[in-house]
């Protein structure tokens, strides 16, 4: 799989000095996280300051996966 974000450092109640990775273009910038909710993640990319950048919530989303018979329970992010 791709890595999509690295070297996150927790501060208070949220996350921060990390990179995150566009992966349509490869580019590669700063970002910050947060809990909104227990199943909202925000996520904010920036260049250079957090002025210059855009938020994205992400959903956590529960789902049953079937291998070969053995269900799993596996989390999956939504991106809106």
Known sequence: GLDIMWN???YKNY???GQIVDP???KVYSCS???KSPEELEVRGYFGIS???RTQSW???NKSIDHNNKTES???IVLS
């Open 74 to 76: 596996s989390e999956v």
């Open 15 to 17: 996350w921060s000095n």
């Open 8 to 10: 996150m450092s927790k």
């Open 59 to 61: 959903y956590r989303v």
């Open 24 to 26: 349509k273009n490869g």
């Open 51 to 53: 002025l210059l950048g």
């Open 33 to 35: 996280m947060w809990l």
